[in-house]
């Protein structure tokens, strides 16, 4: 549970524990990610899918967020070595080793359940298991790069990157990645650039 809401459970799931769990957090995603910045038209289909290689990363993780027995939100990760290779090659382009990086994949959660320290609980339990796999030397994630006057973007959006430097995450100059999905209101798929972020374990 989580200090701020006794009603909030926090729970690690790996290995044959994350299988029952991918239709919720398939849904959260499409949910969490329609809102700015990541403004994402998201389909049942890509997300089974790609959950689906996800869980089958011997790996990874999934940090299952409950409010009684629903899933409010969740945060993944798994070894970066196996990830798409579109992951890693910005950092082996720059000399990193990606069998030592541990890629903190995507944090969802609900509007309604923000504020009680999930983000942190988040990131600790991914960090933790980071260190008990062993051989990792940092801990990354990427984050959508969007103009400041985007159209969609909202009056009162406050961007996590302060929340991210207290966590000891600084951005990896130079390493970025792009990745293509559909906007809401736009009709074809187009390429984001997506700036990582990096922090020694």
């Not at 994402?40 to 890509?46: E, N, P």
């Not at 299952?64 to 409010?72: E, G, L, N, R």
Request: charged share 20%.
């Amino acid at each position: 549970m989580t200090g701020k809401n006794p009603s909030i459970r926090v729970v690690p799931l790996t290995g044959a524990d994350l299988k029952p769990v991918l239709p919720a957090l398939a849904k959260l995603r499409i949910t969490v990610f329609r809102d700015f910045p990541y403004l994402y038209d998201g389909s049942l289909a890509y997300e089974e899918d790609y959950l689906a290689k996800f869980a089958a990363s011997p790996g990874a993780i999934c940090v299952a967020a409950y409010d009684s027995d629903t899933i409010v939100g969740a945060s993944t990760g798994a070894p970066m070595a196996e990830h798409a290779s579109e992951f890693g090659a910005p950092f082996v382009a720059k000399g990193y080793d990606i069998a030592k990086l541990f890629y903190c994949s995507e944090s969802v959660l609900l509007k309604s359940h923000r504020g009680h320290g999930l983000g942190h609980a988040f990131f600790d339990h991914r960090e933790t298991h980071a260190r008990a796999l062993g051989g990792f030397t940092h801990t990354t994630f990427s984050s959508v790069v969007r103009p400041p006057d985007h159209p969609l973007r909202p009056a009162n959006y406050q961007p996590l990157d302060a929340f991210w430097t207290k966590r000891g995450y600084a951005k990896a100059e130079g390493i970025v990645a792009a990745f293509s999905w559909k906007d809401i209101e736009q009709p074809v798929e187009t390429e984001k650039q997506m700036q990582f972020w990096i922090k020694a374990l």
